[in-house]
């Protein structure tokens, strides 16, 4: 179980931002046994749980306190920088409640389990992948059969990060046994109803290791009711798509944050002991720096094209939008890497050897997951089809040139 010691000193009435920098301090001190045996950073859970972060982004009518996207990719990075783990699995239940919150808001059980989000504080994983289909999360082979206003469900899922310690899994699924691998639904499968997870394969892995994304043979019953109203294909496009892309960044980012502050630190002590001369990491740290604010910038523009992005549904769902928003996964997940390999360059064995105020090692092995976490290869090869149908848009601010 977790460690704090006294669960009232993460109070409600604190911003989101305080309370989850109380959980970072509980975070970066579990960080290495949790990246080290590859296991499941219960005690940060726990404490995203007594600080009521899991419903932040829950509409306030509904309990939570509708915090919006860049809020909420401001809590990621600062979590990111203690802990990837950690940050992943936040992020990644962050993308669930988005879904929730856009496409479960006509819908009285989705209503009521947003209520139970917020109020419990549950934990949401999520079910895409699934064997035989990669990381295609337009694609399914699995279908949800329902009767008598009940479904039933079975699915390889390949990969579900913490599915043993989540309090619900989103599923997607064919909307019926004869339906097209495309024509997809998804499904909010709770911990505490007919279902079973019997797992599959471990996730023994470079880094991300804390995220334990095992697989699970995933076998549920239930209400047809908990299936969203909307086509998993308008969740996707108007939501997933570009809350995971978001939140993803937003992990990469804190990550290579803390990389680089780690360097940053390494060449200041080596100019405080000599003075006199300019150490021969600062001008890597300098073009470490501009990579960082390259990443910032491109995610504070990313969260800014979504959120107006929502304002307009023809906007949101345009070949443009989609095309933009795959840039920044795909450009997002190679500039973290090389911000941390920079990052060793400049503090050498200090940064490579595990242990030392300077260690990196842990940021590079995390980062190397972003490049196959959907594979970027696949991302370009869908923006490259989209790019034959749309136009680059050259205008800086939102309202086109001349407007
Ligand atoms: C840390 C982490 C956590 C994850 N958590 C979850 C989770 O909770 N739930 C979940 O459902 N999934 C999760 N995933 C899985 C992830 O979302 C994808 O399903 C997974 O990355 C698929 O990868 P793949 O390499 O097996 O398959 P593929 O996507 O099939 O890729 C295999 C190879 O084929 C190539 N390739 C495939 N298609 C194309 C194409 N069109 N063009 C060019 N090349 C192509 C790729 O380059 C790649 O080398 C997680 C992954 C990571 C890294």
């Known amino acids: ?7 009232l000193a993460l109070s409600p ?8 920098a109380r959980v970072v301090a509980i975070a970066a001190e579990a960080v290495d046994t949790v990246d080290r045996e590859g296991r499941f950073p219960l005690e940060t859970a726990e404490a995203l749980k007594h600080g009521r972060l899991l419903g932040v982004a829950i509409p306030a ?45 006509t819908s009285e ?20 992948s699934e064997a035989g289909i990669g990381g295609n999360l337009r694609n399914s082979i699995c279908a949800v059969e329902v009767a008598d206003r009940r479904f039933s469900l079975t699915k390889d899922a390949t990969v579900i990060s913490y599915g043993a310690n989540a309090d619900a899994i989103l599923a997607t699924a064919r909307r019926a046994p004869d339906a097209a691998h495309s024509d997809q639904v998804m499904v909010v499968i709770p911990a505490d109803s007919d279902r079973s997870l019997e797992r599959k ?13 095992d697989g699970f043979l995933l076998t549920a019953a239930g209400d047809a009711a908990q299936i969203f109203p909307k086509p998993f294909s308008e969740i996707a496009a108007q939501s997933m798509l570009a809350s995971s892309h978001i939140y993803w960044a937003a992990t990469w980012f804190g990550i290579a944050a803390d990389a680089f502050a780690r360097a940053q630190a390494f060449v200041k002590a080596a100019a405080r002991k000599q003075p006199n001369v300019t150490p021969p990491g600062a001008l ?20 800014h094209r979504f959120e107006t992005a929502q304002q307009d549904d023809d906007d949101l769902s345009s070949i443009g939008f989609a095309a933009e928003i795959n840039a920044l996964k795909v450009a997002s997940s190679e ?19 595990n242990g030392t105020p300077f260690s990196v090692g842990r940021h590079l092995r995390d980062v190397t997951s972003a490049a196959v976490m959907i594979s970027n290869d696949r991302i370009l090869s869908n923006t490259s089809t989209l790019l ?6 050259t205008s800086l601010f939102d309202s086109p040139r001349g407007a």
């Open 388 to 393: 034959l149908m749309s136009r680059f848009d």
């Open 1 to 7: 179980m977790g460690k704090i010691s006294d669960p």
């Open 335 to 353: 500039k973290a890497a090389e911000v941390v390999r920079v990052a060793m360059l400049i503090t050498g064995i200090l940064g490579y050897k």
């Open 13 to 20: 009435a604190e911003s989101a931002a305080d309370r989850m």
């Open 284 to 303: 890597r740290l300098s073009e470490a720096a501009a990579m960082l604010q390259e990443m910032k910038g491109h995610l504070v523009a990313a969260i």
């Open 201 to 213: 394969s471990v996730w023994d892995t470079l880094g991300m290791r804390g995220t334990c994304s």
């Open 61 to 105: 009518e509904l309990g939570g306190e509708g915090l919006g996207t860049a809020a909420v990719a401001d809590l990621v990075v600062q979590l990111a920088q203690a802990c990837g783990s950690s940050a992943m699995v936040y992020a990644m239940h962050q993308i669930q409640v988005s879904s929730l919150a856009t496409h479960g808001v």
């Open 109 to 128: 059980w989705h209503r009521a389990f947003m209520r139970r989000v917020a109020d419990e504080q549950l934990l949401l994983a999520s079910a895409t």
